[in-house]
């Protein structure tokens, strides 16, 4: 690994989405929330403030930052099936990782991330091709996304974090 911001690289969409990616990033998504906790089992309090790289997230930001995260995606699915295109709110990552809730134990955390990916999957498992395809705006990048697309990068999303909280493993 050569560079500790992108531990599985970058994230690249595919050029079509076959049913069988789909499927993969379902079942990644849903692995997640017992990965990251086999992957902190048995650190202490302190431990848990160890950085991935100098100037990184802590792994307990990490930890809260993918609670978040994935339940911010899990409501963008939600409108997306039940609004035309809706707006998404973006919210910026980076201050609410200073935010006071970041310096808490993770156990809340992990329970939220274990049931929004629970619900996440349900969800997912149960959509159509046509849901697949419908669509959220995000003005960020001033682009619609597709759900099929959005499954693709928080499947990356939930892997690269898993990816940082093993390299910092590995300093602690």
């Known amino acids: 690994m050569t560079?500790?911001?992108?531990?599985?690289?970058?994230?690249?969409?595919?050029?079509?989405?076959?049913e069988e990616q789909m499927r993969s990033w379902i079942q990644e998504i849903a692995d997640l929330p017992g990965?990251?906790?086999?992957?902190?089992?048995?650190?202490?309090?302190?431990?848990?403030?160890t950085?991935?790289?100098?100037?990184?997230?802590?792994?307990?930001?990490?930890?809260?930052?993918?609670a978040d995260?994935?339940?911010?995606?899990?409501?963008?699915?939600?409108?997306?099936?039940t609004e035309d295109n809706p707006t998404i709110k973006p919210y910026q990552e980076a201050d609410w990782a200073l935010l006071p809730d970041y310096k808490m134990p993770v156990a809340p955390s992990f329970?939220?991330?274990e049931g929004i990916h629970f619900r996440w999957?349900?969800?997912m498992?149960?959509?159509?091709?046509?849901?697949?395809?419908?669509?959220?705006?995000?003005?960020?990048?001033?682009?619609?996304?597709?759900?099929?697309?959005?499954?693709?990068?928080y499947?990356?999303?939930g892997l690269h974090h898993l990816g940082h909280i093993k390299v910092a493993m590995g300093k602690v």
């Open 111 to 113: 329970q939220m991330i």
């Open 125 to 153: 498992n149960s959509l159509t091709e046509e849901q697949w395809s419908r669509t959220f705006f995000h003005p960020a990048t001033q682009k619609s996304v597709s759900l099929k697309a959005a499954l693709g990068l």
């Open 35 to 49: 990965q990251m906790r086999q992957a902190v089992a048995g650190l202490n309090y302190q431990q848990f403030d």
């Open 3 to 18: 560079d500790e911001r992108y531990p599985i690289g970058k994230y690249t969409a595919p050029a079509s989405f076959t």
């Open 121 to 123: 999957v349900e969800l």
């Open 69 to 81: 995260s994935h339940s911010n995606s899990l409501t963008r699915f939600k409108l997306a099936l």
């Open 51 to 66: 950085t991935y790289r100098l100037g990184g997230w802590t792994i307990r930001q990490v930890i809260h930052h993918v």
């Open 155 to 157: 499947a990356w999303h």
